[in-house]
């Protein structure tokens, strides 16, 4: 006879470390993959159904969690080097010519629909990794 402790108790667990690895690697390419559309990724290409709860679960014991994006504009690399070129200079500047400049502030609106807030999977300290960030593009200002 097996004794209960060989046969295990509980129930079965609903994913195979296969599956965990497809789920993993889905989310590592697109964090703004939804469960719903990884259920459906799932069943197309393992044929099983996997409830959107089981997916989350796993999810959340990987260390990732459902947050909502961060808004970040969207920065070609050369507006990232003049970004970088205008802090250098601006940080030998001395603190006297600063009270030289005045700065206004404009109100900002968005005319482009990619602007929303999504929910990305990320792991704590990771929010403003690009690939976790919504880009916005800066549509008109209004003085």
């Known amino acids: ?12 667990k609903l994913l195979d ?3 965990k690895a497809l789920i993993s690697r889905e989310i590592s390419e697109n964090p703004k993959l939804s469960t719903s559309k990884l259920k459906g990724k799932m ?3 393992t044929g099983k159904f996997v409830s959107a709860e089981t997916i989350r679960r796993f999810l959340h014991t990987c260390n990732l969690s459902s947050r909502v994006s961060a ?7 050369k507006h ?8 250098t200079e601006w940080s030998r500047w001395p603190f006297r010519k600063f ?7 404009e109100l900002r609106f968005g005319l482009f629909q990619g602007e929303c807030k999504c929910r990305v999977w990320r792991s704590p300290g990771t ?4 690939t976790n960030c919504s ?3 800066k549509g008109g200002k209004v003085m």
């Open 99 to 105: 009270k030289e400049i005045i700065f206004s502030d």
């Open 127 to 130: 929010r403003y990794n690009m």
């Open 17 to 19: 470390d296969e599956e």
């Open 1 to 12: 006879d097996v004794s209960q402790e060989e046969k295990g108790s509980g129930k079965k």
């Open 43 to 45: 069943h197309e290409k």
């Open 135 to 137: 880009p916005s593009i």
């Open 80 to 87: 990232q080097k003049t970004r970088l070129d205008i802090a």
């Open 71 to 77: 808004v970040k504009p969207l920065l070609t690399s």
